[in-house]
């Protein structure tokens, strides 16, 4: 599926944004999904992700700040990012796959389709 990210912007540090990530084509009970950020001069590193059974994992640096939803009738992944911070600062990515394992959702290399990125800055 294509996947269109959508909704960065610039905020002031303890702002927040919503992210939305919407597919192409259905992902409803198939696919996982996932949001990875990548700061400038650095690797591109994973958020959270949502299982098809709606399952969460986070990022140490995000959680409980972050959160991730989904809406399968409207194809569509969310990211809900409160308490924003400076070193929160980078084009972030969806990506979603439907072969990818449990073990495996924190690793970039496992997902088949991303999302063109979409900038979040935050302003101190």
């Known amino acids: 599926v294509q996947l269109q990210a959508s909704g960065g912007g610039l905020v002031q540090a303890g702002g927040s944004l919503r992210l939305s990530c919407t597919a192409s084509?259905?992902?409803?009970?198939?696919?996982?999904m996932a949001w990875f950020r990548q700061a400038p001069g650095k690797d591109r590193e994973f958020v959270t992700a949502?299982?098809?059974?709606?399952?969460?994992y986070y990022a140490d640096s995000v959680e409980g700040r972050f959160t991730i939803s989904r809406d399968n009738a409207k194809n569509t992944v969310y990211l809900q990012m409160n308490s924003l911070k400076p070193e929160d600062t980078a084009v972030y990515y969806c990506?979603?796959?439907?072969?990818?394992?449990?073990?495996?959702?924190?690793?970039?290399?496992?997902?088949?389709?991303w999302g063109q990125g979409t900038q979040v800055t935050v302003s101190s």
């Open positions: 949502i299982t098809r059974s709606h399952s969460t």
């Open positions: 990506a979603g796959s439907a072969q990818v394992i449990l073990s495996s959702l924190r690793l970039k290399n496992a997902y088949n389709d």
């Open positions: 084509g259905r992902i409803g009970s198939r696919y996982h």
